[in-house]
């Protein structure tokens, strides 16, 4: 596993790039949920990686608050 440390700034800044990323990609599917000849197996594509990405974000945001909230569980290196 390898481990990526960021400060908070910098963690928050993904997560505010992934959820407008969420918002675009949510603009899309009802762009082509409206449409009158759109292809259901687009559709279907982009709300599975809609979803997929949506569980994503959720596990970064839990992890980061228990790392942030038990700070001895971050590990140490050289020590």
Same mark, same amino acid.
């Given at each position: 596993?390898?481990?990526?440390?960021?400060?908070?700034?910098?963690?928050?800044?993904? !997560?505010?790039?992934? $959820?407008?990323?969420q918002?675009?990609?949510?603009? !899309?599917?009802?762009?082509?949920?409206?449409?009158?000849?759109?292809?259901?197996?687009?559709l $279907?594509?982009?709300?599975?990686?809609?979803? $997929?990405?949506? $569980?994503?974000?959720?596990?970064?945001e839990?992890? !980061?608050?228990?790392? !942030?909230?038990?700070?001895?569980?971050?590990?140490?290196?050289?020590?």
């Amino acid at each position: 596993m390898a481990f990526l440390f960021l400060d908070d700034n910098e963690a928050e800044s993904l !997560l505010v790039a992934a $959820r407008e990323g969420q918002a675009a990609k949510l603009e !899309l599917i009802e762009n082509i949920e409206e449409s009158d000849d759109y292809d259901v197996t687009d559709l $279907r594509h982009f709300q599975a990686e809609h979803a $997929r990405t949506a $569980r994503l974000i959720d596990e970064i945001e839990k992890r !980061l608050t228990f790392s !942030l909230v038990d700070a001895p569980s971050v590990p140490k290196f050289g020590v």
